[in-house]
């Protein structure tokens, strides 16, 4: 008799989901399976180590959606456990019997899944990886890849054109028709650690940040949602092939507007990526087939999932991919050391340039942020403000951000900081405030966060600190006592910032003229020698 597990971490679905058909089938189909989904709060795992309320409340959403679809197919619900992974499958196999565990490949956490297959090798339980979180096995792109991640977004699309298109969705509707339900006896339940029900934020000590503005946009976790969700997203993507346009979520963007995102929901797996990357290329073509002018089609079409397994493969095997310390492919650039106060006020929305605190103030109500405003405040941090290191960054926004892992997370922090990949160095200027009239012309995305901004003119919106004092003092908000003075003058901080880079970049081609970056070898021969330049610096 079999007695398995399906171990949910990420994956928090049951539809394509290959690791349950996998615990739910045995190989001659003959068999009787009982099956114990499984989801462990270790701590650690799903984003739970350091982790803010919105995110938190968005996984327990997830779990309890899974729970109520195990309870209507006549399940006890989803056991959800609090322990050590080890200790947990140790005892589930000494009480109940387990002998198979199934669970979904995760790019993040390599050593807690070999510590459970060594465990289940010793005890003689069956383990089944299977891999659906990313649309290629990173580990098939790294091997035809020569052994090594893709150094740059195009070897990446160069390698995953040779291995051909992404598997397609498993079936959609699982048969749980032949499938037993495992009961848990209630004299096992204190020991096993198990949960009594679906925990809430508040009982892990999780609250609400206090930002003082109000939360306009609250996001549901869950696979039913997402899927409701998604079909709002085709649309979208639809109307914009239509209009012989891609990437509507992106091109056009839209602060005020309810989000499209279905990020969060791929972050948990709660929509599979290859659902999500075949509906739309499958929408596509029959928008296609409907054209006079075609559009060519490709992986551009859904290009920020390409993006998303770029990072993902950059970051397995590499255990200092979120630090600059011992990081192979980030480059030492000499940050400022801590500046506690300043590091404060960024994260608080407390800089004093709208655009910045307004996008701040809505991560920490919200959860979330555009892409537009998640590079912006990026790069004020680091290359183009502050000159703080990423790393405070990406510590921050992992709390935070409801689909914040630390592969994509922390890819896209060395890529806006300039650390690493083909961004490396980059002295380009943008200005934030020419920025910021472009991305919110009308002031309404400032004043629904800054709510002491709300009865500035337009004019001053985005630079309230020019507004002349008797127009404060009528609108009784005085700049620099009820709403900051700018922490910093922000032209003068992108001219020496730009300069900075423009000279290590200098000094680093001076330094070996003969190298520049264009092939694999050539790219780690530069960070190597970036390397060096920077400890000279430090
Ligand atoms: P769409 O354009 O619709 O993209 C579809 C999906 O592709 C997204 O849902 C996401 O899964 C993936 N994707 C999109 N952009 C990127 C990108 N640049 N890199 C990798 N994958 C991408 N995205 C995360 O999912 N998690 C993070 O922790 C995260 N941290 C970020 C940190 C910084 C500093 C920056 C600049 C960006 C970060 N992003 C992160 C990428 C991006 O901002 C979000 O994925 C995007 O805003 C989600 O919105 P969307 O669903 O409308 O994107
Ligand atoms: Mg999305």
């Not at 709060?41 to 997830?62: C, H, I, P, Q, W």
């Not at 507004?467 to 609108?475: L, T, V």
Request: aromatic share 10%.
């Amino acid at each position: 008799m079999t007695k398995s597990v399906l171990w949910f971490r990420q994956g928090l679905r049951l539809h394509d989901n290959p690791a349950l058909i996998e615990a739910i089938n045995t190989d001659d189909g003959r068999r009787q399976v009982t099956f114990y989904p499984v989801f462990i709060f270790d701590g650690e795992s799903a984003g739970t180590k350091d982790v803010g309320y919105n995110r938190m409340k968005f996984l327990l959403e997830s779990l309890l959606d899974l729970d109520e679809q195990f309870k209507q197919l006549g399940a006890p619900g989803l056991f959800i456990f609090q322990g050590k992974p080890t200790e947990i499958f140790q005892n589930l196999h000494d009480n109940i019997g387990i002998n198979k565990i199934c669970f979904e490949q995760d790019c993040e956490y390599n050593e807690r899944d070999n510590e459970i297959k060594y465990l289940s090798r010793e005890l003689g339980i069956e383990v089944v990886e299977k891999v659906s979180h990313t649309l290629w096995n990173p580990e098939d792109i790294i091997r035809i890849n020569g052994g090594f991640a893709p150094l740059t977004y195009q070897m990446l699309l160069h390698t995953v054109n040779v291995l051909g298109l992404p598997p397609r969705p498993v079936n959609n509707e699982v048969d749980f028709s032949q499938v037993n339900f495992g009961t848990i006896p209630e004299h096992h339940k204190i020991n096993l650690r198990l949960m009594k029900s679906i925990p809430s934020p508040e009982d892990f000590l999780i609250f609400p940040e206090n930002t003082g503005s109000d939360v306009y946009v609250n996001w549901n976790g869950g696979e039913r949602h997402a899927l409701e969700q998604m079909i709002d997203r085709v649309k979208h993507e639809e109307e914009a092939f239509a209009s012989g346009t891609y990437l509507p979520n992106q091109a056009n963007v839209d602060l005020m507007g309810s989000p499209k995102s279905m990020s969060a929901a791929l972050r948990f797996g709660c929509l599979s990526v290859r659902r999500f990357y075949y509906t739309i290329h499958d929408k596509f073509n029959e928008v296609q087939d409907k054209m006079v002018y075609k559009l060519p089609g490709g992986h551009h079409i859904t290009g920020q999932l390409m993006w998303r397994e770029y990072f993902y493969t950059m970051s397995i095997n590499n255990p200092y991919y979120g630090q600059i310390k011992n990081n192979p492919i980030c480059l030492n650039i000499p940050w400022k050391s801590s500046e506690e106060d300043e590091i404060l006020k960024w994260k608080q929305g407390r800089t004093g340039v709208p655009i910045i605190d307004a996008s701040m103030r809505q991560l920490l109500a919200e959860g979330w942020l555009h892409h537009t405003l998640r590079n912006l405040t990026a790069t004020f941090l680091t290359r183009t403000g502050l000159w703080i290191s990423w790393e405070v960054g990406l510590q921050h926004f992992l709390k935070y951000l409801l689909d914040a892992d630390l592969p994509i997370c922390g890819g896209n922090w060395m890529w806006v900081s300039s650390s690493a990949f083909e961004t490396l160095l980059d002295s380009s200027r943008c200005s934030i405030i020419s920025l910021a009239h472009r991305l919110d012309p009308k002031g309404e995305y400032i004043k629904r966060y800054v709510p002491e901004l709300r009865n500035f003119p337009m004019k001053y919106i985005h630079e309230p600190w020019r507004a002349p004092i008797d127009i404060q003092e009528d609108i009784e908000c005085i700049i620099g006592q009820d709403y900051p003075s700018p922490m910093i003058d922000i032209v003068q901080a992108l001219q020496i910032n730009c300069n900075r880079m423009k000279k290590i970049r200098e000094s680093l081609i001076e330094s070996q003229p003969h190298v520049r970056p264009s092939n694999e070898d050539e790219i780690r021969t530069f960070f190597w020698i970036a390397d060096e330049i920077a400890i000279q610096c430090n």
